[in-house]
């Protein structure tokens, strides 16, 4: 069982408020990311990390930010809540040191902006 | 050309035949492939990792490489109600994970 951890698991907001959802791994992965999905839809990939001090965007533009200050914490954060940010988000993990490189879920942080 | 792509519609299979599916990548220097299945509501599960050609067996799924085709299969045999899912498949390009949009697996009792 993989050792990825997000919370909250669910979070209702209201607009405006600014918000940080926790994704901490106790695996000591280096490389860390963040998908958004909606409901029935495809993951797009927001934003990844190789190692500490090290962020980049994904494939999806986000209004989102992140920071890697240790290994194990990537949180995510928006300074302002939409409704458009309404979704689940989801953490993973993989070690790129060794050859297989897997990623691991974290169980999701479904967010709801009212 | 999308990334990884995965493009047969739902596929409902009776409980004890073989579900199959299918996926094709865009960047040939690809060298990791996965297939992660995923049940509504929750985070997507690893089942399966593949790096070499051929196939690779664990229990009931068997994936299949085929890097000079750039496609990469799933089979899961003897289907059961509990392998009702998404499956999406995964790869790794440019040292970050793909996904394709996943294909639905309803398995008939």
């Known amino acids: 069982e993989a050792d990825i951890y997000q919370t909250p698991r669910y979070l209702v907001i209201g607009t405006g408020k600014k918000i940080t959802l926790e994704c901490s791994q106790t695996m000591g992965h280096d490389k860390m990311y963040w998908y958004q999905q909606d409901p029935g839809m495809e993951l797009h990939l927001i934003h990844y990390?190789?190692?500490?001090?090290?962020?980049e965007k994904g494939d999806l533009s986000s209004e989102s930010t992140v920071s890697r200050i240790r290994t194990e914490h990537f949180p995510l954060t928006l300074e302002s809540a939409r409704p458009s940010h309404t979704s689940q988000y989801l953490c993973?993990?993989?070690?790129?040191?060794?050859?297989?490189?897997?990623?691991?879920f974290g169980q999701g942080t479904r967010l709801t902006v009212v | 050309q999308k990334e990884v792509e995965q493009n047969s519609g739902p596929l409902s299979v009776p409980e004890g035949a073989i579900a199959s599916l299918n996926c094709t990548y865009s960047d040939r220097g690809s060298q990791s492939f996965f297939w992660y299945r995923q049940y509504s509501g929750k985070s997507p599960e690893l089942i399966m990792s593949?790096?070499?050609?051929g196939d690779k067996e664990d229990g009931r799924f068997t994936a299949q490489l085929n890097k000079a085709s750039q496609y990469v299969s799933l089979l899961i045999r003897d289907s059961q109600p509990s392998d009702s899912a998404t499956y999406l498949c995964?790869?790794?390009?440019?040292?970050?994970?793909?996904f394709g949009k996943g294909n639905q697996v309803v398995v008939i009792p």
């Open positions: 995964a790869v790794i390009r440019d040292n970050r994970l793909a």
């Open positions: 993973a993990s993989s070690d790129q040191r060794t050859a297989n490189t897997e990623a691991f």
């Open positions: 593949i790096y070499s050609n």
């Open positions: 990390s190789y190692g500490v001090n090290s962020t």
